[in-house]
């Protein structure tokens, strides 16, 4: 009997043990949330969208993640890649992203899932040439005795320029960033991809679908046009040629119109739900607490109440261009010169190494819209004149940057608290 007690109370402590919740930063990971996922934790929604990805995964469909934007549609495809290695999909995986977000995508993926490889391609045609040997390397992922291929990230314009030798690369997901790119059926990145062989497909797009048939055709002949292979039948379903006959008497479109076509469009996103999910951010419980805004009022510095007075007495030229000469005379020590030249005229500035500065005859100082200037004075005075080191070659930057503003002044306190 004590033996089977102590088997009873030993048995209690590994399921306590094995019920034991995962922490990172002090919140409570989900156990639906991928163990290859270790750099942050998703959201309820995000695991509902995350989840609804993989059941398309498993019954071979093709799909929009449509979410608003912010809600983290990145998250949830590298948590999709995550789960995909998991189930033994080795790869690889293809991110096609406009070249503005390539940077981000390679981090988030680093971030969130440091275990599994990605690769930037991009660059010229010899590097090209050179990260195509990669693309299907696989690696062992040691701490979970997987391996996998990587997530390949590339632009549309690589897409365009890489002469088809990505077609058979054996992908087994590919997804197409900024998916509304895609609504017109004719343009050349659509072509390019469907000749692309790919188990699998996804559209990301944080933007509402298109109010127009033939541009929501477009994404849905992409992913299955074995279903959407005909513009003028999907048109007919939702009888939008009978509306438009209807109404083509008119010179102008009516209001009914409108709302007869919005009410197909909303039954058509209701029928489209097994393979479209959008949420938006009025939708989503983030449990954070409501944003407190503080005023701190920042008085001006003597400096800037100078250069305050001299703006609305239209005496600031005069000012600066006293700083100059005093300035001058003082050695060159620190020659302040107006900002807003530096700009406009940057040929009177030369960058050999001679660290010359041709002296112009008046400073040249615009006061057009003197309420920009008061702002900016109000803001920081080196956003009117900006002290530059004794060479002339850079701008200034000590102590004076923050005991001549106000504003910085109040902030370096705030730190130093």
């Given at each position: ?105 390679v981090s988030e993926i680093q ?297 910085l002044k109040v902030l370096d ?5």
């Amino acid at each position: 009997m004590t033996t089977n007690g102590k088997n009873q109370r030993s048995s209690t402590k590994e399921e306590e043990v094995v019920r034991k919740p995962k922490i990172f930063q002090g919140y409570e990971v989900p156990d639906e949330q991928p163990l290859l996922v270790k750099g942050g934790v998703l959201r309820n929604y995000q695991i509902k969208g995350f989840q609804w990805m993989c059941s398309l995964w498993e019954n071979g469909i093709n799909g929009i993640l449509a979410d608003e934007m912010g809600l983290g549609k990145t998250l949830q495809t590298i948590s999709l890649f995550a789960h995909l290695v998991e189930m033994g999909v080795e790869g690889p995986f293809l991110v096609v992203a406009p070249l503005s977000t390539l940077l981000n995508w390679v981090s988030e993926i680093q971030r969130f899932t440091p275990d599994l490889p990605v690769l930037l391609f991009h660059g010229n045609k010899k590097k090209r040439a050179q990260l195509s040997r990669k693309v299907r390397e696989a690696f062992t992922i040691r701490e979970a005795g997987l391996t996998a291929r990587p997530i390949v990230v590339t632009s549309y314009e690589i897409i365009l320029n890489s002469g088809g030798s990505f077609r058979n690369a054996g992908w087994k997901y590919i997804v197409v960033d900024e998916g509304h790119r895609l609504k017109n059926n004719n343009c050349r990145l659509v072509r390019e991809l469907r000749l692309y062989v790919t188990a699998n497909k996804l559209l990301l797009t944080g933007t509402p679908l298109q109010n127009n048939l033939a541009e929501l055709w477009s994404l849905l002949n992409f992913l299955m046009p074995e279903i959407f292979n005909d513009l003028s039948m999907f048109q007919s379903w939702f009888s939008v040629e009978q509306l438009e006959q209807g109404n083509s008497s008119s010179c102008t479109k009516s209001p009914q119109m409108g709302d007869r076509e919005l009410q197909i469009l909303t039954t058509l996103h209701e029928i489209l739900s097994p393979f479209l999910l959008r949420r938006i951010k009025s939708d989503i419980d983030y449990k954070i607490p409501p944003k407190k805004e503080i005023l701190v009022y920042c008085p001006m510095t003597e400096h800037q109440k100078t250069m305050y007075k001299a703006t609305l007495e239209k005496t600031i030229k005069e000012l600066l261009e006293k700083d100059v000469s005093k300035n001058k005379k003082e050695e060159e020590e620190s020659l302040v010169l107006n900002y807003n030249r530096r700009e406009e005229a940057p040929e009177r500035y030369t960058t050999d190494d001679s660290n010359t500065y041709n002296e112009p005859s008046d400073l040249n100082y615009s006061m057009r819209n003197r309420t920009m200037d008061l702002r900016k004075v109000t803001n920081h005075p080196y956003l009117v004149e900006y002290p530059l080191t004794e060479d002339g070659m850079y701008y200034r930057s000590d102590q004076d940057m923050i005991d001549l503003c106000g504003k910085l002044k109040v902030l370096d306190q705030l730190l130093g608290n």
